[in-house]
Every structure is written in structure tokens, then in C-alpha cells.
């Protein structure tokens, strides 16, 4: 009987080894591919912006770019609101992805870049890297729970070669399906595709972003202090942000219930504010006002302006994503309101960056994730505050509704 025992415990454990081999190469060779793919989504995004920078006048195109990408998904009979709350559905149920997604994402988004409208990218590299694991693993006929864990690893992939953060990009996609429970069985599948995508995105030239930052108040109570009542703020902050998308794409879709006319309509008043008050800085992603907020420099107001026009091209239907505008809101409101809490504008900046992005994605060890990838590790203590107040504090308010909620007994 021990004998016996002793076999098949040993059989188990090759089996285990076998399955482990076998999701390491799979995740491997999904990951350089959507490295690839990545990194020439990044470059068509940075050229897109480069061109829309040096030509101004392409802000008056929005309107049709909108209409064209709307009626690129209605040719293709993609629902044009599949976007990465289907992507994270999909995991959950194994309910179908199309495989036309992956290249109208990418057309979408280009065009939006490209013609200014105020939107991010993550969004889209979620969808690519999802689509993408999804539809492979249908092609090569795995089970459904291959499929799934084939679409997690794509959404790491892609996510770690846009932003050049293999780490965020790995727990992001585990903690972000079920808040409050991570899908362990899929961390080193994920692990091993993001840190492949990471790779071979940057060995085609895809730069990570990255902040030179050394700022940082005293590890006593005082700073620590600090850091939580901008974390508090951040917290509220975050839940207006999530009210605004929600209710603005409720409200638009009430009073302007044809598509091609609200996301024309939501073009037209983009285009006439920016060029009207000058507003270039808001157009498109803003990784430069990032970039400045994070060295002290911002205006009082720019996070409320981000925010109204976020919501104003997310409402009209704009393709893109939200977390790059979560994280320009956040760095310019912590560098605004920080000094007023007697924090350095620079270090508060950081901290609103990540702690915004906690608060509308709900994921607390990404988050913390993220800072140690974007700031260095040698002051993480207050970006843990900060983590762990803003996610205690901003409840079950979400960018994505497709997110999973432990119940109350729970």
C-alpha cells in the first residue's frame, strides 16, 4: 500500500512537472508574440501622437475618425461596447471574444491618438493580448479553462509591453478579475508571458516608462500622516472619477441614443475646446504632462480639466482606455494638493498616481507593483500607505463593472 502510495504520488508529481513545462513554453512563445505586437502598437501610438503634435489642424477630424471607427466594428459586426470588461467576462465564463477585436482595438485607438481625443492605451493592449490568448487557444483547441488562462497570459503580455512593467502587468491581470482573490494557479503561466513580452518588446526599441524620482518626506508619523490624507483624497477623487464614466456614458447614450451621432457630437466639442482654449496638453494620453507633474510642474486645475474631458471622449465612444488618464489625473491632482498637506509636489504626485489608479481598479499588490516598477524600491513604505488607504476607503466603485465582488460575508 505504501508502495502504491509512493507511485502515485510520484506519477502526480510528473504530471505537474509535464503540465508546468509544457504552460511555460505555451505563455513563452504567447508572449514574445504579443511583445511583438505590442511593441508595434506602441510605436503606431507614439507616431500617431508625433503627428498630431506637429499637425494641430487633425483635431478637427475627431468627429469622422470617431464615425469611422464606429462604423469599422459595425462592418465587421463587433458590438463596438466590446471592450475589456469583455475581455474580463471572458475569463470568468469562457464567453466568446471575436477575433476581428484584436485588429479593430488597434485601428480604434490609433485614430483617437492620432486625432486627439483624451483617451489612454491600456484598454486596448488588454483587449490585443486578450483576443489574442483567447482566439489562440480556441485555434489549437484547448479546454475552456486553457482558453481562459490563455487569454489572462495574452492580457499580461500586451499590458507588459506597453508599459514596460512585467510585474504590474502579471499580478495586475490575477488580482483584477475577482477583487480581494487572486488566481494563483495562473502566476507563473502569466508571469512567464509578461517578462517574455517585456523582453522582446524592449529589444524592439519599446521604451518602458520610467520616472527618475528621489523625493520622499521622513518615515515618521508626521509624513506618514501625509501620505494618508492625500491617499484619502485620492480615494474620493477616484470615486468620482468611476461616477463620472459611468454615469456620463448612461447619460449620453440617454440623450443621444444614435451612436454615430454622439460619438460626432463628442468629437465636434473636443475638437473646439482644445483648439479653442488651447488645449493640447489634454489631448491624447499626456505621458509629458505626466512626466512634468512628477518634477513639481502642474496647474491647480488640470486634473479637473483631464477628468471632464476623459469622460466627455469615453462617453462619445472614443477608443483607448482609461488607466493613462487615471494616472495623469493623479499625478497632476497630488502634485496640485500635495504641498497643501506639506508634501513635496514632486514625491505627491507619485503617490497620487498610484494611489488613483488603486482606487479605480482595485487592485492593491498591482498597485503597489506599479510604483516599485515606475519609481524604484528604495521608498515603498509610503506607497503602501497610500495603497492601503485608498483601497479601504474607495469601496466598490471600478473602471471595469465585469469586475467580481466577494459577497458581504465574505
Known amino acids: 500500500m505504501d508502495a502504491l502510495s509512493w507511485k502515485e504520488k510520484t506519477l502526480t508529481a510528473g504530471r505537474y512537472i509535464l503540465r508546468t513545462l509544457g504552460w511555460l513554453v505555451l505563455a513563452a512563445a504567447l508572449g514574445v508574440l504579443c511583445g511583438a505586437l505590442g511593441a508595434g502598437f506602441h510605436r503606431l501610438i507614439d507616431l500617431a501622437t508625433e503627428i498630431r503634435m506637429a499637425h494641430g489642424w487633425l483635431l478637427w477630424l475627431l468627429p469622422l475618425g470617431g464615425v469611422a471607427t464606429l462604423l469599422c466594428y459595425r462592418l465587421c459586426r463587433v458590438r463596438f461596447d466590446a471592450g475589456t470588461n469583455l475581455i474580463i467576462t471572458s475569463v470568468t465564463t469562457n464567453e466568446a471574444v471575436p477575433a476581428l477585436?484584436?485588429?479593430?482595438?488597434v485601428v480604434g485607438t490609433t485614430l483617437s491618438h492620432l486625432l486627439g481625443a483624451s483617451v489612454g492605451r491600456e484598454g486596448a493592449a488588454l483587449q490585443l493580448g486578450g483576443s489574442v490568448g483567447h482566439n489562440l487557444g480556441k485555434l489549437f483547441r484547448l479546454k475552456a479553462g486553457s482558453v481562459r488562462l490563455c487569454a489572462m497570459c495574452g492580457m499580461a503580455a500586451c499590458f507588459s509591453a506597453m508599459f514596460g512593467a512585467p510585474l504590474t502587468a502579471c499580478v495586475f491581470v490575477l488580482e483584477v478579475i475577482r477583487v480581494g482573490s487572486m488566481g494563483y494557479h495562473a502566476l507563473l503561466p502569466c508571469l512567464s508571458a509578461s517578462c517574455a513580452a517585456y523582453l522582446t518588446?524592449?529589444?524592439l526599441g519599446a521604451e518602458p516608462m520610467?520616472?527618475?524620482w528621489t523625493g520622499g518626506p521622513e518615515l515618521g508619523w508626521l509624513g506618514l500622516?501625509?501620505?494618508?490624507a492625500l491617499a484619502a483624497l485620492c480615494a474620493a477623487l477616484g470615486v468620482a472619477l468611476c461616477l463620472c464614466l459611468e454615469k456620463g456614458a448612461h447619460l449620453a447614450k440617454t440623450y443621444l441614443p444614435n451612436a454615430y451621432g454622439r460619438i460626432a457630437l463628442g468629437g465636434a466639442v473636443m475638437a473646439c475646446l482644445v483648439v479653442g482654449l488651447g488645449l493640447y496638453d489634454y489631448a491624447g494620453a499626456g505621458?509629458?504632462?505626466?512626466?512634468?507633474a512628477v518634477d513639481g510642474q502642474t496647474q491647480p486645475w488640470t486634473f479637473a480639466v483631464k477628468l471632464a474631458l476623459t469622460t466627455l471622449c469615453v462617453a462619445a465612444g472614443f477608443r483607448g482606455g482609461e488607466i493613462v488618464p487615471t494616472l495623469y489625473i493623479g499625478a497632476t491632482f497630488g502634485c496640485a494638493v500635495g504641498p497643501l498637506l506639506g508634501l513635496e509636489p514632486g514625491f505627491a504626485a507619485g503617490v497620487g498616481m498610484i494611489a488613483l489608479f488603486c482606487a479605480a481598479v482595485n487592485c492593491p499588490m498591482a498597485s503597489l507593483f506599479l510604483a516599485a516598477e515606475l519609481f524604484g524600491t528604495h521608498q515603498l513604505a509610503p506607497f503602501a500607505v497610500a495603497v492601503a488607504v485608498c483601497f479601504a476607503l474607495s469601496g466598490r466603485f471600478s473602471l471595469y463593472e465585469s469586475q467580481i465582488y466577494p459577497l458581504p460575508e465574505e
Open 101 to 105: 477585436l484584436a485588429p479593430l482595438i
Open 201 to 203: 518588446a524592449t529589444a
Open 210 to 212: 520610467r520616472f527618475n
Open 225 to 228: 500622516a501625509q501620505v494618508a
Open 287 to 292: 505621458s509629458q504632462v505626466i512626466a512634468r
